[in-house]
């Protein structure tokens, strides 16, 4: 609730420019450990995981999902039609937050929310489309047990990265808070314990001690427009765009030997 009071009440700005492109490349490397975001997370979230060898424990084959806003058991197999059964979500949608103040920030800034830790989880699939861009004013988990971590989640992030919130958002966050005893405000990898359910909540910190953005990340590459063709996958790499996932501009299932939707890993 300290955290939320920070935040600016403002209207929602208009949508005229926002593309996915707007937030880096899908999945960038950002922490350049080598593996791309969505694995990355993959491999936070899901537990019982195996790799695919050669890839440096980045490729996840399989693994099983508690997720957060069903609090079903959602088993996970990497491939073409078996993938989307696991999404990874942002819990501040991008396109909400490019409404919400993000159309100010650079685009390091933009990639860096993008592929935050803090506002990501692997979630159902079908839950997450459902939820599409919704803030809290318009969709919250169907887990009630978890709308209390969902919101102070969003809360952070939007701290984090100067981001405002309409008035029925901020009065449907307060509402739900108000059932929420002794909710702390999470920060970075202590989020992540938490999503595992592994450690008790952090202390509450002031807003001006969360994660600011990075100011210089890495920038990332940025996706082929629309009606490209990559004879291979040396072609896409010159071009950065690799690795390149399925409904992005240049893909096609040549590029993609083992039919998982990533193609040029």
Partial sequence: MAVLSTLAVKGRAPKTGYARTQFG????D????????????????LTAVTVKGGTRDCLILTGTLKDPYTAS????????????AVQIDHVVALSDAWQKGAQQLTLAQRTALANDPLNLLAVDGPTNLRKSDGDAATWLPPAKSYRCSYVARQ???????????TQAEHDAMSGILADCAQMLAPTGQEAAAQVQGTAPAPAAEPAAALPAPPAQPAPAAQPAPAGIYYANCAAVRAAGAAPISLGQAGYRSALDRDGDGVGCE
């Fill in 30 to 45: 950002v922490d350049h450990n080598g593996c791309d975001t969505r694995n990355d997370i993959l491999k936070r979230d």
């Fill in 25 to 28: 490349a899908a999945w960038a």
């Fill in 73 to 84: 058991v959602i088993p996970f197999t990497r491939g073409a039609a078996t993938s989307t």
């Fill in 155 to 165: 809360i952070s992030v939007k701290a984090a990265y100067g981001l405002w919130v």
